[in-house]
C-alpha cells in the first residue's frame, strides 16, 4: 500500500498523506483527467463561511508552494442545489472511510519522485472533502499513516512528521472557524512530542464542533486498535469494576479509537483505490456492515466522477445487516 497514503472547501495543495500542507517549494505536476459534466458550484474565496449543513441522513510530498488559501461556498449556495442528481439525499452515506493508495504508483508511471505523487494526492483529498461537506455526507475517515510506514526510509518518515504538524498549525484557526471536529486516531506515542501536543490541542478545541467530522488515522493498525480495547476491559475485570460476563459489542466498541465518534461511529462505505483488494490492517472491527468498494484508479487520480460512481453503487445495494428483507 503507497501510504494508504479539510472540511469543507478550504486549504491549498498538499501531499495526500496529509490533511493539509505548509508553504513547500512548487512542483509542477501533470494535469489530471478532466470530471465528467457536472453541475456547476460557485466558489469564492473568503475567510469564512456563513451556514450549516443538512441534518444527519439515514444510513444505507518534497517542494514548496505559495501560500496556502481556502475556499468556501458563497453564501447563496443551497445544499440542496449542490448534489449532482444523481444521488439520492436520502440513501448517502452517512461516514465514508478511504483507503487512499496509489500515490507512489503514480509518481512512478510519471516518472515523478514518490514525494509528487503524495502532492497530487492530497489534490484528491482536497477535492473529496470539499464534496463530502457540499453534499451532506456527515463524517470522512482516512487513513493517512499506518504503523507499517514506520518501516519506511527515515528520511522520508521524517519529512512526513515535519509536515503533519505544520500543516496542523497554519489550519489551526480554519478548522474551528468551519465547524470541523477533528479527530486523529492511533498510536500517537510514536509521534514526535510537538505534534502530539498540538494534536492534542486541536482535538480538545474542536471537540463540540458539529459541522463535519474528519477523522485521520495517523500510526493507525486496526489489530492493534482491538488488542488495546481487550486490554482496558481486561484491566477492569481485574480491577473488579466488570464483571465478564456484562462484555458486550457495545460495550466493546466504547474502548475503541472511533468511540469518540458516538454519531458516526462506523462507516457506511469504505473506499479503496488503486486496484488493491484488502483492508490493510484498516478499522477491521468498524468496518464490519460497511459496504466494500474498490476501484482501479490511484488515489491521486480519484476525483469527483469517480466519488460519485462509489456513492451511486452503495446507493443500489441493499443494506440487511445479516437480516432477512422480502
Not at 496556502?68 to 449556495?77: G, I, M, P, V
Not at 497530487?120 to 463524517?139: F, M, Q, V
Not at 505544520?166 to 514526535?192: C, M, Q, T, W, Y
Amino acid at each position: 500500500m503507497a501510504m494508504p497514503s479539510s472540511g469543507c472547501l478550504f486549504f491549498s495543495s498538499s501531499p495526500a498523506t496529509l490533511l493539509l500542507r505548509p508553504a513547500l517549494p512548487h512542483l509542477s505536476l501533470p494535469t489530471r483527467r478532466p470530471p465528467r459534466p457536472r453541475q456547476q458550484i460557485s466558489l469564492h474565496r473568503r475567510a469564512t463561511r456563513q451556514g450549516n449543513p443538512p441534518g444527519t441522513n439515514p444510513a444505507a510530498a518534497s517542494s514548496q508552494s505559495s501560500p496556502a488559501t481556502h475556499e468556501t461556498l458563497t453564501d447563496e449556495l443551497k445544499w440542496e442545489e449542490a448534489l449532482p442528481s444523481c444521488l439520492l439525499r436520502e440513501s448517502l452515506p452517512r461516514h465514508v472511510a478511504i483507503i487512499m493508495d496509489g500515490n507512489s504508483r503514480w509518481a512512478r508511471d510519471k516518472g515523478l519522485p514518490v514525494s509528487a505523487g503524495h502532492e497530487a494526492g492530497y489534490r484528491s483529498l482536497k477535492e473529496i472533502i470539499r464534496l463530502s461537506c457540499l453534499w451532506g455526507i456527515r463524517a470522512l475517515t482516512v487513513f493517512a499513516f499506518s504503523s507499517e510506514n514506520w518501516f519506511r526510509p527515515k528520511a522520508e518518515v521524517d519529512f512526513l512528521m515535519t509536515l503533519f504538524q505544520g500543516v496542523l498549525k497554519e489550519n489551526f484557526d480554519i478548522f474551528v472557524r468551519e465547524g470541523i471536529k477533528v479527530r486523529i486516531i492511533g498510536d500517537s506515542a510514536k509521534l514526535p512530542k510537538p505534534l502530539q501536543k498540538l494534536a492534542k490541542e486541536i482535538q480538545d478545541v474542536t471537540v463540540n464542533k458539529t459541522r463535519f467530522e474528519l477523522i485521520v488515522a495517523v500510526s493507525y493498525s486496526g489489530r492493534q486498535d482491538i488488542v488495546l480495547a481487550c486490554q482496558k476491559i481486561a484491566q477492569k475485570v481485574k480491577d473488579r469494576l466488570l464483571e465478564p460476563d456484562e462484555i458486550t459489542e457495545s460495550l466493546f466498541a466504547q474502548e475503541l479509537e472511533t468511540n469518540h465518534s458516538r454519531d458516526f461511529p462506523y462507516p457506511d462505505l469504505l473506499i479503496r483505490t488503486s486496484g488493491e483488494l484488502r483492508l490493510s490492517n484498516f478499522l477491521l472491527w468498524q468496518s464490519a456492515y460497511s459496504e466494500l468498494y474498490f476501484t482501479k484508479s490511484n488515489w491521486p487520480d480519484f476525483g469527483e466522477a469517480d466519488y460519485i460512481e462509489a456513492l451511486q453503487s452503495f446507493q443500489r445495494r441493499q443494506r440487511r445487516f445479516g437480516q432477512r428483507i422480502s
